[in-house]
């Protein structure tokens, strides 16, 4: 899963990166989100979400993290899920720019 979105005029870091996933509970998962696009002067980075291990209920994490990434206004950044296990899930992912 992904998306892309455009670097608003005046911005010129990404602050904070919040990751919420949940899954079924039947199934481990370790969701990594991939920032990429040429809005990201230094290049792609990752970000890990909290893991969450089976169990007979449904299971939801949430992270934030505070960064430091530059980033170059107009230009484009794509966010893309996946998991480290093969899991079904769902992920949110909010970037907190400044």
């Known amino acids: 899963m992904s998306t892309a979105a ?3 005029s005046g911005v010129t870091r990404i602050v904070n ?3 919420a996933a949940v899954n079924d509970g039947a199934e ?3 969701p990594m ?3 990429s696009g040429n809005a990201l002067p230094s290049g792609d980075t990752y970000q890990m979400g909290a893991g969450m291990g089976a169990s007979n209920t449904g299971n939801s994490n949430y992270v934030s993290q505070d960064v430091d990434f530059p980033v170059i206004s ?3 950044i794509t ?3 996946t998991s480290l296990d093969a899991a079904t899930f769902s992920l949110g992912v909010i970037l907190t720019l400044a």
């Open 17 to 19: 990166v919040q990751v």
């Open 74 to 76: 107009g230009n484009s």
């Open 28 to 30: 481990e998962t370790q």
């Open 6 to 8: 455009v670097i608003p």
């Open 79 to 81: 966010i893309s899920a």
């Open 33 to 35: 989100v991939l920032l």
